[in-house]
Every structure is written in C-alpha cells, then in structure tokens.
C-alpha cells in the first residue's frame, strides 16, 4: 500500500472539513450552534499540526493544515462577524 494515497485521502477530508460549517454560517447568518471554544481548539492544533509538518518537511501535512488553518480563519471570522445575531 501506498502511504502516500492515504495521507492525500486522510488530508482532503480534513482541509474541506469545516467547509460545510462554513457555508450554513455563511448563509443563515447564525452561529447559535457553533462552539468558538471547539473552533479555537481546532485552530490551536491545526496550527501545532502545520509546525510539525514544517519542522520534518512533510509536503502532505504541510499543505492539508495550512489549508485546514485558512479555513479556520474564515470560520472564526464569521463566529465574529454573526455572534451578535444568536
């Protein structure tokens, strides 16, 4: 087996996870059910991830949480911009 398929597959999944949450933000403008707590856990450890991946010079954990990282951004950028809509 190739190794390298499964980490590709395992970092498509992760990288475009939070894109859906994303996107129901986006459009309902609501952020009732969404925890800042779980998005800041996340960003701390995609962040922690994507060191590491640097560190060893991993292309596939380098790229997956990068993206992983920007899309967290946009996520805690809309919590901020909706929370006041609850």
């Known amino acids: 087996m190739q190794w390298e ?4 597959g395992a970092a498509l999944l992760t990288m475009f996870g939070f894109v859906p949450q ?3 933000i986006y459009r309902t403008e609501s952020v009732a059910d969404v925890s800042l707590f779980m998005l ?3 960003f701390v450890g ?3 991830w994507l060191l590491y991946g640097i560190h060893i010079q991993d292309e596939i954990l380098i790229v997956s949480n990068a993206v992983s990282f920007l899309t967290l951004i946009v996520a805690i950028g809309l919590y901020l911009k909706y929370r ?3």
Not at 5 to 8: A, H, K, L
């Open 5 to 8: 398929f499964v980490g590709s």
């Open 22 to 24: 994303i996107l129901k």
């Open 40 to 42: 800041l856990q996340f």
């Open 46 to 48: 995609i962040f922690l």
């Open 84 to 86: 006041k809509n609850k």
